[in-house]
């Protein structure tokens, strides 16, 4: 560790240390609400972020009590007990305005001037909150997503034993189902494996010029029979000097999440279409189908964890509902973004815009 001497720091850095704001602007400075009240419990100091947080159009903070800044009956007593008592206690305070917002606040007393007041600091807890529901809800969507095949296994299983084992008309039915389901469980857990790699930051791409064309031949081909089942026809319209910088077993996994589900939410005797065009920051590439299109209350969530719209049907199609999260990192990942736009009874057209480099 270094050592800082005070005379290191010249003269007007020393003046600026003893003069009398130098406390305020720290507190100015800080993240955290913080809020003096005196023994009346009126507020007698505060920093930049509480005023910010705690006063209304035409209301100065300073001087008003501590009931009229913040209406909370614990909070009030954890103040009054710190100037009467002196003991420091913790309080979790919920504000209910524009936007509601959540705080730890620590209140503890302060000998300030030679008269006992109270200090309140504020941490706001409002985004830790928020990403800890999101955590919760991901948790119980994925434990039901992974329940509904296994009751299903299980369900077969025991009928199975019962006597449908001897079946032969049956049997072999009742196996591919459990086959089915147990596929179902293992694409799911592979891509939570997935995408929480990527989410970790442990994925890292490294980019080349792709031949778009030729890369999308080649999702063709493999997704040929599941196109071929639908009477989908695939209409690859990029051009062959396209090369977009990207990595190219991540640029082919985000075209076959878009592809295959352009596939999946289409209608039979459908088209799906690929193309690319140079725009100013690099290339865009979309993929185009002709399905029955997304209403505009859906768009703005189509891209969370697990959001779908018609649960039952996704699930009956073989989707996890992570393909499209896991697209969206990877964009990102590559500094760019995906996006969705969609005429009902049309379609609905995936772009993936990648920077030039
Ligand atoms: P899934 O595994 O269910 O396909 P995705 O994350 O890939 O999960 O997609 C989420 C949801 O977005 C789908 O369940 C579907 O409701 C909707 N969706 C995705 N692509 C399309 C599309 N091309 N047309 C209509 N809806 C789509």
């Known amino acids: 560790m270094t050592e800082i001497s005070a005379s290191k720091f010249g003269e007007s850095a020393a003046a600026a240390v003893r003069s009398p704001d130098f406390l305020q602007k720290i507190l100015d400075a800080t993240r955290e609400c913080v809020l003096i009240v005196d023994s009346d419990l009126r507020v007698s100091n505060w920093n ?7 006063s209304r159009p035409g209301m100065e903070i300073g001087g008003r009590r501590l009931t009229e800044v913040i209406r909370d009956l614990d909070l009030h007593s954890a103040y009054r007990k710190a100037i009467s008592t002196g003991e420091a206690s913790d309080v979790r305070l919920e504000l209910i305005g524009a936007e509601r917002r959540k705080f730890d606040v620590h209140v503890a007393p302060i000998e300030l001037d030679g008269f006992r007041q109270a200090i309140g600091f504020f941490y706001d807890t409002t985004q830790i909150e928020r990403l800890e529901s999101v955590r919760q809800e991901f948790l119980s969507n994925i434990s039901h997503e992974l329940r509904t095949p296994l009751t299903s296994i299980l369900a077969f299983v025991e009928t199975l034993e019962d006597g449908a084992f ?3 008309e049956n049997n072999r039915r009742f196996l591919a189902t459990i086959r089915r389901n147990a596929e179902r469980m293992n694409n799911l857990i592979a891509d939570i494996l997935e995408l929480s790699l990527i989410e970790s930051g442990k994925v890292s791409i490294s980019k080349r010029p792709v031949r778009l064309r030729d890369l999308v031949e080649e999702i063709f081909i493999n997704l040929a029979s599941k196109a071929k089942e639908r009477e989908i026809s695939l209409v ?3 051009s062959a000097k396209t090369l977009p910088t990207a990595d190219p077993g991540r640029l082919e996994q985000m075209l076959i999440n878009l592809v295959d589900n352009a596939i999946k939410f289409n209608r039979r005797g459908g088209s799906v279409t690929v193309s690319a065009e140079q725009t100013s920051g690099g290339i865009s590439i979309y993929v185009v ?3 029955e299109g997304i209403l505009p209350e859906h768009l703005g969530r189509l891209f969370e964890r697990l959001y779908r719209i018609d649960r039952a049907r996704s699930r009956e199609i073989g989707g996890t509902g992570l393909g499209l999260a896991i697209v969206k990192h990877l964009a990102r ?6 996006s969705v736009r969609s005429t009902l009874g049309e379609g609905s ?5 990648l920077p030039a480099k």
């Open 48 to 54: 930049a972020p509480a005023e910010r947080a705690f």
């Open 166 to 168: 001897e079946d032969p």
């Open 236 to 238: 690859n319209k990029v």
């Open 289 to 291: 189908d002709t399905g």
């Open 333 to 338: 990942l590559h500094g760019g973004e995906v």
């Open 349 to 353: 057209t995936f772009s993936i815009e």
